[in-house]
């Protein structure tokens, strides 16, 4: 079956512009992650989903970030006036249950000038 | 907390040699752990992953790592690299998070180069 996309997969944008990010997870996932990508920091946890629970937001780094699952599926990770060091890979992934393995998406690529 | 290293940011090997990618983590219970590959421009796909059970991991590609409580440690081996294993590998360890999740923490990546 399909596995999870993300779009778009490139986005330039300017200084202080809101972006919106989406995710389409696997089919059935129940779990959702947000990882972000970046070269001074590395593969970091940002927000996850489960179900109907309430998300655990401990890796949003500001409160520039949040995201929502609509109808258990389709995830967009909104960021408000993006700074220059919001510049990086956003990767979704989704995983059947809890403890699941994670499925990763291709990402997609911010740069904010 | 929880901590995934891993030693050499760069790994490079001859076709043929010994694929060896290095990995410790550090966690207060039994971890959950995982070798990703990613691709130039791509997202991360799974390589292998242990839970519990046998210490020894197969998964694909012809890689396998190895369990070592003892030594924290979740290395990764190839008998013998190819040119399509050149990619950046990445180390993860997951653990309940209080918070209600299993997210992965990261290490840092190991790029592989393989020479022709």
């Known amino acids: 079956g399909a596995g999870v996309s993300q779009s778009p997969s490139n986005k330039v944008t300017e200084k202080g512009k809101d972006v919106e990010l989406r995710c389409d997870p696997i089919s059935g996932h129940t779990a959702l992650y947000w990882y972000r990508q970046s070269l001074g920091q590395g593969l970091e946890f940002l927000i996850y989903?489960?179900?109907?629970?309430?998300?655990?937001k401990s890796g949003l780094p500001s409160d520039r970030f949040s995201a929502e699952r609509t109808g258990g599926s389709v995830s967009t990770l909104t960021i408000q006036r993006t700074q220059q060091e919001d510049s990086a890979v956003y990767l979704c992934?989704?995983?059947?249950?809890?403890?699941?393995?994670?499925?990763f998406g291709p990402g997609t690529r911010l740069l904010v000038l | 907390a929880q901590s995934v290293t891993q030693l050499g940011s760069h790994v490079s090997v001859s076709e043929g040699a010994l694929v060896l990618l290095r990995c410790n983590y550090s966690s207060s219970v039994p971890p959950y752990l995982f070798w990703y590959v990613q691709y130039p421009n791509q997202g991360l796909q799974l390589l292998l992953k242990?839970?519990?059970?046998?210490?020894l991991v197969k998964g694909i590609n012809g890689f396998e790592a190895e369990f070592k409580k003892s030594e924290t440690s979740f290395h990764l081996t190839k008998p013998s690299a190819h040119m399509s294993d050149a990619a950046e590998y990445f180390c993860?360890?997951?653990?309940?998070?209080?918070?209600?999740?299993?997210?992965?923490?990261f290490g840092k990546g190991t790029k592989l180069s393989v020479i022709p």
């Open positions: 992934a989704s995983s059947l249950q809890l403890m699941g393995t994670q499925y």
């Open positions: 989903f489960q179900g109907n629970s309430a998300p655990d």
């Open positions: 993860a360890v997951s653990e309940f998070s209080g918070a209600g999740s299993y997210q992965l923490t």
């Open positions: 242990y839970t519990t059970g046998a210490t």
